[in-house]
């Protein structure tokens, strides 16, 4: 019961507050007092069921005969509860019935147990392929796949502009399942063998993971050693390879400071330094935490990447724009379902500020990296396409070149990583010289 009761303390903040699952989930349970197995219990009912909370929302309104808008919020959340522990979990249905029905009696009142009681029966009287045939009838294919796979129909749509058909499915189902933490080992600061039982990722030379938590590694604890996808290493990586001339670097979107600070060691290692430059001071403060290993290598401003923040001009610069993130919905449980395309569409005019700034700020025959923790289109190639549009003195490189141990990475001449292919992020990155 403490584990479901924590559990749907947690969920309530998720959907009443807005607050991200991840965080509101570790804030609890570093109080909560559970032991490791119960802790595992409320990590998978709170993750499991935000991660489907729209085809379980789906699947309680076919089984209630209702709207769930027509009932009260915190019931709302125990049928989701119970609709995960059912249709997600190996328990017994009607053990998670009744232990459901126990936590709202527990929590909002015995009147409410009987409409709990009636609507997850029903919920148990399918599996959960016979509850997805259910929904998948009369849907085209975009709509049967989302369904199947648990995604919004509109991310599905903007998924297929840019893979294959037949890919479709594995992107789905990879982001269904939560990451392992990938090590980044800082140039200068650390190498692998300062970690315990350290395995080297498949494409960056900075990549490691290790077996237990990042946190009981001594050199993560002093900064040497960082937590970063794979993807982002990668396309740090790509830009501090690609020929350019000297001189300093920028990273004009740096908060909270993981490229910034692999790109510090990088510029380090190449005789240089990297000015990391962010427009909320809270994230400003961050970065300069990533950097504190680098005492002297590493300058740190809070200013804003679309205005003129620096008088000078850089010979490679990073722009990693704020974006929609459907390339991390693997990472964050509950975003697929809050995210629209209104806030695709919000972001475009930022995105191509920042990425005309960007070039602004780069030297003759300089490179700027524009990256996204996104695949799609309106945030990738559309913008820079646009922006490429007004500058002729700019040039889109065929980016892959920077990464020619990666296979499939290509989009175009850009670079597309995927979670199903690469085992990273969705991270995209076009390489322009300016
Ligand atoms: C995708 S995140 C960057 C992640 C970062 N590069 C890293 O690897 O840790 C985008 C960042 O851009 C910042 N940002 C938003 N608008 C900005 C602006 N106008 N100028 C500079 N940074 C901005 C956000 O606060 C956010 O920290």
Same mark, same amino acid.
């Given at each position: ?26 804030? #609890? ?21 935000? #991660? ?31 609709? %995960? ?46 509850? *997805?045939?259910? *929904? ?65 990722? #498949? ?78 001071? %809270? ?113 889109? *490189? ?23 292919? %690469? ?12």
């Amino acid at each position: 019961m403490n584990a479901r009761r924590t559990a749907f303390d947690v969920l309530r903040q998720v959907t009443a507050e807005d607050s991200y699952a991840n965080l509101a989930l570790a804030k #609890r349970l570093a109080t909560a007092g559970l032991d490791a197995r119960d802790a595992g219990l409320v990590t998978e009912l709170v993750a499991g069921t935000c #991660r489907s909370m729209g085809t379980y929302d789906a699947i309680l309104e076919e089984a209630a005969g209702r709207k769930l808008s027509s009932l009260q919020p915190a019931v709302v959340d125990l049928l989701r509860l119970g609709a %995960h522990q059912i249709l997600g979990m190996r328990l017994k249905k009607y053990a998670a019935v009744g232990a459901t029905v126990d936590l709202a009696r527990a929590t909002v009142g015995q009147r409410v147990t009987g409409v709990v009681n009636a609507v997850l029966r029903k919920v148990a009287a399918r599996d959960l392929d016979g509850w *997805l045939d259910l *929904l998948a009838e009369g849907e085209d294919r975009i709509g049967a796949l989302a369904v199947r796979g648990r995604h919004p129909h509109w991310i599905v749509e903007a998924y297929a502009e840019v893979l294959p058909a037949d890919e479709l499915e594995a992107a789905l189902t990879a982001n269904n399942v939560s990451p392992q933490p990938t090590l980044v080992v800082r140039p200068g600061l650390a190498d692998l063998g300062d970690l315990d039982g350290a395995t080297p990722t #498949r494409f960056s030379p900075f990549g490691a993971t290790v077996a237990g938590s990042p946190a009981d590694q001594e050199a993560v604890r002093q900064g040497r050693v960082g937590v970063q996808d794979e993807g982002s290493q990668l396309v740090a990586w790509a830009l501090a390879r690609t020929p350019a001339p000297e001189g300093p670097w920028l990273d004009t979107c740096a908060g909270p400071g993981g490229k910034a600070a692999l790109l510090t060691g990088l510029a380090r290692e190449a005789g240089t330094w990297l000015l990391a430059s962010e427009a909320q001071e %809270h994230r400003a403060r961050l970065v300069r935490q990533a950097l504190a290993g680098y005492p002297d290598g590493a300058a740190v401003i809070a200013a804003d990447g679309t205005a003129p923040a620096w008088d000078r001009a850089f010979a490679r610069v990073m722009v990693d724009v704020p974006c929609s993130g459907l390339g991390a919905l693997r990472r964050r449980p509950e975003s697929r379902w809050r995210r629209s395309p209104a806030d695709v569409a919000a972001l475009g005019q930022l995105q191509r500020d920042l990425l005309r700034r960007a070039i602004d700020s780069t030297v003759d025959g300089g490179v700027v990296a524009y990256v996204t923790c996104s695949p799609h289109r309106a945030e990738t190639v559309d913008v820079v396409d646009d922006v490429l549009a007004e500058r002729p003195q700019a040039r889109r *490189l065929h980016a892959p070149d920077a990464l020619p141990d990666v296979p499939d990475c290509s989009l175009g001449d850009d670079v597309q990583l995927w979670t199903h292919r %690469h085992g990273t992020d969705a991270m995209y990155m076009s390489l322009i010289r300016c």
